[in-house]
């Protein structure tokens, strides 16, 4: 399962094969070795679990979202800056946004995604598009997620999920039990791109928390929309 939080490619594919053929040979071990209890680890928490998390756990119960529509202009919420500054929607009008609403620092995949990211925030500002990083987490976190990055993005709070409510993309007890200082309720990852007057022309509503566009995927989305 580590290979899952290691390697981007399980990043951006539904079926990822090495951990399942991985946990399929164990399962083959033990049941040749026919001992009982080490079996039914192997085939209950080691094959089960892998098998539970990549077709049925990593899955998000998202329906349809008439909010988030391509073509559709962005509802108006407010965020706080790292700083405690209000700010909202309006405040990014005439300007191209990029707004990417991520779990939290407790989330490996959003770990991986942002670095992916900083790797091409450079990029992204040289085609004129304003990033903007929003997660229900405390400024602390956020503040110290900026400061692990490679460059300084901007990053939001979203206080007690108001923006998310807005947005229909509230992840009701997303947060795993165990994960301490974050609450029970998270987002549902979601990126979506405005253009200068708020109009959504590039939206993704993964229903699997693996699964994230690439940058290299939605800077291509944004040359085709502004050509």
């Not at 539970?52 to 509802?75: E, I, P």
């Amino acid at each position: 399962m580590s290979l899952v939080y290691t390697f981007p490619y399980t990043r951006v594919v539904r079926f990822i094969a090495i951990p399942v053929i991985m946990a399929l040979l164990g399962a083959l071990l033990t049941v040749v070795e026919m001992r009982p209890l080490p079996t039914f680890y192997t085939l209950f928490f080691g094959l089960g679990g892998v098998l539970v998390y990549v077709f049925w756990y990593t899955y998000l119960d998202r329906s349809d979202n008439v909010l988030l529509k391509k073509g559709a202009y962005l509802a108006d919420f407010t965020v706080s800056s790292l700083a405690g500054e209000k700010v909202s929607t309006s405040s990014f009008l005439g300007k191209k946004v990029l707004w990417v609403f991520f779990r939290g620092n407790w989330c490996p995949m959003c770990q991986s995604q942002l670095a992916h990211l900083a790797a091409e925030y450079e990029t992204l500002r040289e085609r004129g598009i304003e990033l903007v990083l929003i997660s229900p987490q405390s400024r602390e976190k956020s503040a110290q997620q900026q400061s692990r990055l490679s460059v300084s993005m901007p990053f939001y709070m979203d206080e007690d999920n108001n923006a998310a409510r807005t947005l229909g993309i509230v992840h009701r007890y997303g947060v795993p039990l165990g994960i301490l200082g974050y609450g029970q309720d998270t987002v549902l990852p979601t990126v979506v791109v405005t253009d200068e007057s708020g109009k959504i022309i590039y939206v993704d509503l993964t229903d699997n928390f693996r699964i994230r566009p690439s940058v290299e995927t939605i800077i291509a989305s944004l040359d085709q929309a502004w050509v």
